[in-house]
């Protein structure tokens, strides 16, 4: 990629070897030349799982832990992050009322911040869904969300916000008024115009120019590593291979990729991102 290697950080990636290509990916993404990755955390249905409690997360979380150890022992470092898919809150009021799908919810966040208080995981997930819902249930939503964001603040991590398409400017006071820092809340899948730290996918066409206004952002593939979706959303090359291309044709230069993959990363999550 340089002379001087740098390292590459996909900012949201899964690793699934139940329903995907679990280890085989994560060697696709360093031999490309990842180097570090934030491990997402699965929505419960994915390992056919019904939450009643907070506690029926447990196996959720503790699968995406167990890969992260086995793709660490590959040569990757990684940084689990674990949360409730916002989308549960529509799936699983098939099974039970809308307040009681809070509980559980908040349950799942509860006990995903224990795993980061004991130095399991980095930072938490959390949002609102991406999809037209009910104005209960987004408010519902938004209840959970800012429970999100006062743990997140009670034990000083980041939180990576899956949510609809825009800005999502509000965030900002909700995270003000749970005492998490604005600068600690990331976007996934970003739009460029967001206040909050945007995740931008690999493939975003405003890279260069966001680079070289000086703009902090992360890069990130949300590859979802399921057979019956192969390749989306984009694959675990992704990140490295653009990272690449883009500073062979002069649109980031090693200051900027530093940053994206580095710098950025390193301050938001409160890790060490070197080679």
């Known amino acids: 990629m340089s002379p001087n290697p740098l390292p590459i950080t996909d900012d949201h990636i899964h690793i699934d070897?139940?329903?995907?290509?679990?280890?085989v990916a994560a060697r696709e993404f360093m031999r490309s030349g990842g180097t570090h990755m934030f491990l997402v955390s699965k929505p419960s249905g994915s390992f056919?799982?019904?939450?009643?409690?907070?506690?029926?997360?447990?196996?959720?979380?503790?699968?995406?832990?167990?890969?992260?150890?086995?793709?660490?022992?590959?040569?990757?470092?990684?940084?689990?992050?674990?949360?409730?898919?916002?989308?549960?809150?529509?799936?699983?009021?098939?099974?039970?009322?809308?307040?009681?799908?809070?509980?559980?919810?908040?349950?799942?966040?509860?006990?995903?911040?224990?795993?980061?208080?004991?130095?399991?995981?980095?930072?938490?997930?959390?949002?609102?869904?991406?999809?037209?819902?009910?104005?209960?249930?987004?408010?519902?939503?938004?209840?959970?969300?800012?429970?999100?964001?006062?743990?997140?603040?009670?034990?000083?991590?980041?939180?990576?916000?899956?949510?609809?398409?825009?800005?999502c400017a509000d965030m900002l006071e909700m995270a003000r008024a749970a005492g998490l820092s604005p600068d600690r809340l990331v976007k996934h899948y970003a739009i460029p115009t967001t206040p909050l730290v945007p995740s931008l996918i690999a493939t975003h066409p405003g890279i260069g120019d966001l680079a070289r206004g000086g703009r902090e952002f992360m890069m990130e593939s949300d590859y979802m590593d399921e057979l019956s979706r192969p390749g989306a959303v984009i694959g675990p090359r992704s990140v490295p291979r653009i990272t690449r291309k883009l500073l062979e044709t002069g649109q980031i230069d090693e200051k900027a990729a530093f940053g994206i993959h580095a710098g950025t990363p390193s301050r938001v999550y409160g890790v060490e991102i070197t080679l």
């Open 48 to 167: 056919g799982i019904v939450p009643a409690r907070g506690e029926d997360f447990r196996p959720a979380f503790e699968e995406t832990l167990a890969v992260a150890k086995l793709v660490s022992e590959a040569g990757l470092v990684v940084f689990p992050v674990l949360g409730v898919h916002p989308a549960e809150i529509t799936r699983l009021q098939e099974y039970m009322p809308l307040e009681r799908v809070v509980e559980v919810m908040k349950g799942g966040i509860a006990l995903a911040a224990r795993f980061v208080e004991e130095g399991l995981a980095v930072a938490l997930k959390s949002g609102r869904p991406h999809y037209p819902v009910s104005p209960e249930v987004w408010e519902a939503s938004c209840d959970v969300l800012s429970f999100a964001l006062e743990r997140a603040g009670e034990i000083g991590c980041a939180v990576q916000v899956h949510a609809e398409s825009g800005d």
């Open 17 to 23: 070897p139940r329903n995907g290509r679990g280890f």
